[in-house]
């Protein structure tokens, strides 16, 4: 299994040289590069409670804004433009809007970093399925395209389910001609080493822990040995789904929460459980109604998004308080939370 073990921070880096191991006596190769110095602490596995279940409290404390002090970032989609969106408090900002064009590339591509820094999306003729990579700061400016530049081909694919993956706030992991290129969006080249073998990769937003499937297998990693899991989604709707994949790990990188991948090309922002990847139990989830999204943010935090607004779990998945959003963002795709 070929595991990738090269990301930069948000600010700083930091050497560190680590080899991963797989459970169960399997082993696994990785590659040993730099590892971004943590904007938080993250906590360890055996911080969790003694059976490996957190324990969810069924109350909520009341509604208020001050239960999320920090920025919300949100991908709505006007008749012509994608539009992000700054929540903080009650005031909601648009930070800068992005035409479609022709096509759907842009409406299926366009991502926030994990630190709401940076955009990206693919850029695209109508009926085309790959296309020319974008990146700008999140207020719109400095806008640049990124070319090509071996390994990569300078063709995106914008098609199929989150071609746009991010590790840390610059990097890129995009999809091209059948295999994956890492890309550092401040610099616009290609990081060096081996992009890797895995699927439906995703990391946490420091870069130091990931989510993957590895030859058909899913695994989580806490940056020194990897867990294989299983899971398996409700079959009433899964008929109706290309299957399930992971859209947000936790800090330490022993959870995640899964969502359905679509059956066409568009686009899917959802999730909708909690999987522990050290005992392949869902996690129970406090609140009422069905639950829309799952963002693990880079305190810590796990905001759990319903029809009714945001319900705020702590790191051992007891409740918070929830947040009533604004109105007009109720279809609007919650990509990040910066404290």
């Known amino acids: 299994m070929n595991v990738i073990h090269t990301a930069r921070g948000l600010r700083t880096?930091?050497?560190?040289?680590?080899a991963v191991f797989v459970t169960a006596g399997?082993?696994?190769?990785?590659?040993?590069?730099?590892?971004?110095?943590?904007?938080?602490?993250?906590r360890s596995f055996a911080s969790a409670a003694a059976d490996g279940t957190p324990t969810a409290v069924p109350a909520t404390p009341a509604a208020s804004s001050a239960t999320l002090a920090g920025t919300r970032y949100y991908l709505a989609f006007g008749d012509r433009a994608a539009e992000i969106h700054a929540v903080r408090g009650d005031t909601d900002r648009v930070t800068t809007s992005v035409p479609y064009g022709t096509g759907d590339c842009v409406r299926n591509t366009i991502t926030i970093s994990p630190y709401g820094e940076r955009l990206a999306w693919v850029e695209a003729t109508a009926g085309a399925e790959t296309g020319t990579l974008v990146t700008a700061l999140v207020d719109g400016t400095g806008r640049a395209t990124i070319g090509k530049r071996t390994p990569y081909s300078g063709r995106t694919a914008?098609?199929?389910?989150?071609?746009?993956?991010?590790?840390t706030n610059d990097r890129l992991l995009v999809q091209q001609e059948g295999h994956a290129a890492l890309l550092d969006l401040s610099t616009r080249r290609p990081v060096v080493g081996d992009a890797g073998n895995e699927t439906l990769k995703w990391w946490t937003p420091d870069g130091r822990?990931?989510?993957?499937?590895?030859?058909?297998?899913?695994?989580?990693?806490?940056?020194?040995r990897a867990t294989f899991y299983r899971y398996t989604p409700p079959k009433a709707d899964a008929a109706r789904h290309d299957g399930w994949r992971v859209r947000s790990v936790s800090p330490d990188g022993r959870f995640v929460a899964v969502g359905w991948i679509n059956t066409d090309?568009?686009?899917?922002?959802?999730?909708?459980?909690?999987?522990?990847?050290t005992t392949s139990k869902v996690v129970e989830l406090p609140g009422d109604g069905a639950v829309r999204s799952i963002l693990f943010t880079t305190d810590g935090t796990v905001l759990?998004?319903?029809?009714?607004?945001?319900?705020?779990l702590d790191q051992r998945?007891?409740?918070?308080?929830?947040?009533?959003?604004?109105?007009?963002?109720?279809?609007?795709?919650?990509?990040?939370?910066?404290?």
């Not at 090309?265 to 990847?277: C, K, L, W, Y």
């Open 304 to 312: 759990v998004r319903r029809a009714a607004g945001i319900t705020v």
């Open 265 to 277: 090309t568009s686009r899917n922002d959802g999730s909708f459980a909690v999987v522990d990847t």
């Open 209 to 224: 822990n990931w989510a993957a499937v590895s030859e058909g297998r899913p695994y989580a990693t806490d940056g020194r």
């Open 13 to 18: 880096v930091a050497a560190l040289a680590a």
């Open 158 to 167: 914008c098609v199929g389910d989150e071609p746009l993956v991010w590790n």
């Open 317 to 339: 998945f007891r409740p918070v308080g929830t947040v009533t959003e604004p109105a007009g963002l109720g279809r609007a795709a919650l990509l990040a939370y910066v404290p």
């Open 26 to 42: 399997t082993s696994a190769c990785g590659e040993t590069g730099t590892t971004p110095s943590a904007p938080t602490t993250a």
